[in-house]
């Protein structure tokens, strides 16, 4: 059943999970493409924090943007549907639930990856001064 689940969730949600995805990848190497050019002064080192604290918004934007664009994607098909199906099924619906969830909680493991392996590939392209 979980099967199942994960594979209707994909086919309504790839595009945007696949859009999803290159932007965590992309957003840790874009907060530090002005980090090349700091100076390695006390002041050249406060100027590159404040220039990578600019972009953290759009971190909590994706955050809440794909939150919100998967826990509804996993419902538009009941909905859809009137929920008729869900309540036919032969399971409990505490466990339907909980499979809905753990579906999304599996999908929403690629982005998680993208982003720590772009803040993997942003760190490593950069120079830090010393101290940070």
Known sequence: MFR??????WNWSKLLLMA???GAFTLPVL???EAGSQDPSRWGQWELLSSVQNWSVWYAA???G????????AWASDHRGGHVYALSLPIER????????SVGGV???APVVALWVGAIVA???IELPEGL
Request: glycine share 6%; charged share 5%.
């Open 4 to 9: 199942v689940m994960l594979l209707s969730h």
């Open 66 to 73: 794909l939150g919100l664009i998967m826990g509804t994607s």
């Open 94 to 101: 505490w466990r339907y639930v909980l499979l809905r969830f």
């Open 107 to 109: 999908l929403l493991m």
């Open 20 to 22: 999803a995805v290159v």
């Open 123 to 125: 760190s490593a392209s």
């Open 31 to 33: 907060s530090v493409q």
């Open 62 to 64: 994706l955050a809440a």
